[in-house]
T-cell receptor, first 114, second 115 residues
């Protein structure tokens, strides 16, 4: 079984400032890692994913994340946020033998202030 | 890219009635689809795994007789909430994974309100 902990439930930040959303996971097997964004009353949009290889993963909208196996972390970063980045962000994992079946963290609400 | 259509996007029903939600993969075939439930300001909780041509696999604590799942084709899975009650009001989201890929694609969700 896997679990995901998003360390910050809410992150307020000013426009054009950098941001980091933290995610730790626990699993007894190797996993795939994902970050999703959700706008109000909408489904989830994939920002980026780590499957294997380079630990630094670049995604859409200027986001990137770094996989750290020793710390079992997959933190999401953006060097300069926009008002439009205000949304709910979810970190998720799925094990290699059952790809698609995801375990989600509780989510982080990112609020970008002008 | 892969697109998953979920219908309806919102529905209001009376207590005691049943509601069907559809999840379609528009441009790919999905032998496996997943149904999640999301309460306000909370995370997504997996309800069941829908397998084409066979019975769904339900997560612990999910009532299979209340949440009927049918995956009759490689592009369509349906979730029927039977005898709905106000506590079933929630946001339901499906996802589908194209065979040979890793990342699931999510539908846009269905807001169910039971009055």
């Amino acid at each position: 079984a896997q679990s995901v902990t998003q360390l910050d439930s809410q992150v307020p930040v000013f426009e054009e400032a950098p941001v980091e959303l933290r995610c730790n996971y626990s699993s007894s097997v190797s996993v795939y890692l994902f970050w999703y964004v959700q706008y109000p009353n909408q489904g989830l949009q994939l920002l980026l994913k780590y499957l294997s290889g380079s630990t630094l993963v670049k995604g859409i909208n200027g986001f990137e994340a770094e996989f750290n196996k020793s710390q079992t972390s997959f933190h999401l970063r953006k060097p300069s946020v926009h008002i439009s980045d205000t949304a709910e962000y979810f970190c998720a994992v799925s094990d290699l033998t059952n790809a698609g079946k995801s375990t989600f963290g509780d989510g982080t609400t990112l609020t970008v202030k002008p | 890219g892969a697109v998953v259509s979920q219908h309806p996007s919102w529905v209001i029903c009376k207590s005691g009635t049943s509601v069907k939600i559809e999840c379609r993969s528009l441009d790919f075939q999905a032998t496996t689809m997943f149904w999640y439930r999301q309460f306000p300001k909370q995370s997504l909780m997996l309800m069941a795994t829908s397998n084409e041509g066979s019975k769904a696999t339900y997560e612990q604590g999910v009532e299979k007789d209340k949440f009927l799942i049918n995956h009759a084709s490689l592009t369509l899975s349906t979730l029927t909430v039977t005898s709905a009650h106000p506590e079933d009001s929630s946001f339901y989201i499906c996802s589908a994974r194209e065979t040979g890929t890793v990342s699931p694609t999510f539908g846009s969700g269905t807001r169910l309100t039971v009055v």
